[in-house]
């Protein structure tokens, strides 16, 4: 995880901060929550991209247990596709892209379901027993909770507003 945030930091951040630069001090807030989401995408999804792609050579990326292996392999190398998409996504909504904020939505609701089935088989995986439904209740909740809070920032008019104008049409 370590090395994903330098990745971030060295990669990512600094090039969406000569973007923030441009228009001032206008709109921090939405700069800030920008920085913190795209951040939160990237270290959630970078890490089951990672784990995609070393499982694929030897089968324990595999999400689902005790399913048939070809439906296991389709919905894990959706989900690895997905998240792949995703981080695209995270980066270009650092780069303030109106065009990823718009995808974004697309990939929300199932960011939420695949996040949901990825955390449920993890939580098998680590305790070795089937958790219980108020826990699966409380855990898709609360991603329900943070993915839609990503929605709902995502449409807000200031957010709009904020994407709405490019980077190359600022001021330097």
Do not use: C, H
């Not at 929300?108 to 958790?131: M, Q, R």
């Not at 990503?150 to 490019?166: D, H, V, W």
């Amino acid at each position: 995880m370590i090395y994903r945030i330098i990745l971030y930091l060295i990669f990512v951040l600094p090039i969406s901060i000569i973007f923030y630069k441009k228009d001032g001090k206008k709109w921090i807030l939405i700069k800030l929550l920008n920085s913190i989401i795209t951040l939160y995408l990237f270290l959630l999804l970078s890490g089951n991209l990672q784990r995609f792609i070393v499982g694929l050579n030897n089968d324990s990326y595999l999400i689902l247990k005790d399913v048939p292996y070809p439906i296991n392999v389709a919905i894990s190398f959706i989900y690895g596709i997905v998240s792949f998409f995703t981080i695209i996504q995270a980066i270009r909504l650092a780069f303030r892209r109106e065009k990823a904020r718009k995808l974004i939505f697309w990939l929300i609701p199932i960011l939420w379901i695949l996040t949901g089935i990825d955390k449920y088989y993890v939580s098998i995986n680590n305790t070795n027993n089937y958790p219980s439904l108020s826990n699966i209740i409380i855990v898709n909740s609360i991603y329900a909770l943070v993915w839609g809070g990503i929605f709902i920032f995502y449409k807000l008019k200031n957010t709009k507003q904020f994407f709405a104008i490019s980077p190359t049409q600022l001021q330097n």
